[in-house]
């Protein structure tokens, strides 16, 4: 039997594309021969997984999972909405979600990670049910959030299954009052982030270049219709003020009474949780946002292959 080195199992991933655990595997199989080792992998259907490397995935999933003081939530695309619904999948979404809990990595430390089926790592589990279920796949994103003394609240607007949905929503609330109340708090505002699509927390963590960007529009606008400078600076200002309401968490008016400032919602929440509470952070995942979708026409397509 050859010598499986390393060098010769990453010979063998760059020519088929399989996951590292997988060629090494191969090589076992085949006693280090190399070219059996391929035929190997493409009988088990894992190198036809790196030609579909290249091709579109804007569809998939969001997915999150919270422990009592952590949670998780992660971006997995897929080519189409219907493999969304696949059984084998959504199993590994609910998986890479358990891999990530609670160890704050980025996406290419956690691929790299061992996934919970021994032997593998995250990105050899998603190169397996490539091969499987014969659609590219492509972890895109993850993020966590972490609580001292509060609670981790969720929400998963469209969703297909438990934790699995088209746009995921974590908030961290920081309070030492009480947990249900607070938890139930937190899920209403999670709805309200789905819904308002918040870009930032509060005031000071606006993007300078996004806040003069506006400014410089605002004052371009006011000045096209022939107002004097000193008119001008307060217009500016009122529509600064509007402009914090539409990006700013603290600032949006709840979308579930039409009238209250977040901020505000939090002082009165406060009278009936028993302590004081603030938002430590959120995150908000929409499935596909920021990914340039290209648009096909399916009967020219269909046309084509026929010619």
């Not at 070219?35 to 992998?41: F, Q, R, S, T, Y």
């Not at 096209?224 to 968490?249: A, F």
Request: charged share 25%; hydrophobic share 40%.
């Amino acid at each position: 039997m050859a010598e499986i080195t390393a060098s010769l199992v990453k010979e063998l991933r760059e020519k088929s594309g399989a996951g590292m655990m997988d060629c090494k595997k191969a090589l076992v199989e085949c006693n280090g021969n190399f070219e059996e080792a391929v035929d190997w992998l493409r009988k088990k259907g894992l190198s036809a997984a790196a030609k579909k490397s290249g091709r579109e995935a804007a569809e998939g999933v969001i997915a999150f999972g919270t422990g009592e003081s952590q949670a998780t939530i992660i971006e997995l695309n897929a080519e189409t909405d219907f493999v969304a619904r696949n059984d084998k999948f959504q199993a590994l979404a609910h998986n890479i979600v358990k891999t990530a809990l609670g160890s704050n990595k980025d996406v290419e430390a956690l691929k790299a990670s061992s996934y919970p089926e021994a032997g593998q790592t995250v990105a050899d589990a998603i190169t397996n049910c490539i091969a499987v279920i014969g659609e590219n796949m492509n972890l895109r994103r993850v993020g966590y959030l972490s609580v001292d003394n509060g609670v981790i609240a969720s929400y998963m607007h469209n969703a297909i299954a438990d934790g699995l949905g088209k746009i995921g929503v974590l908030i961290a609330l920081e309070s030492t009052g009480d947990k249900d109340k607070l938890n139930e708090l937190g899920k209403k505002i999670a709805m309200h982030i789905a819904a308002a699509r918040p870009e930032c927390l509060d005031i000071a963590s606006v993007n300078p270049e996004n806040l003069e960007k506006e400014k410089q529009i605002f004052a371009e606008q006011a000045r096209n219709s022939g107002k004097p400078d000193n008119i001008i600076e307060k217009m500016v200002e009122g529509r600064v003020k509007k402009y914090y309401q539409e990006v700013v968490l603290l600032e949006q008016i709840f979308v579930m009474d039409n009238k209250t400032p977040i901020s505000q919602i939090l002082v009165e929440a406060a009278k009936t949780i028993g302590a004081p509470v603030s938002i430590k952070n959120y995150i908000r995942y929409e499935l596909g946002e920021g990914i340039a979708k290209t648009k096909s026409d399916f009967a020219a397509e269909v046309a084509s292959m026929t010619n």
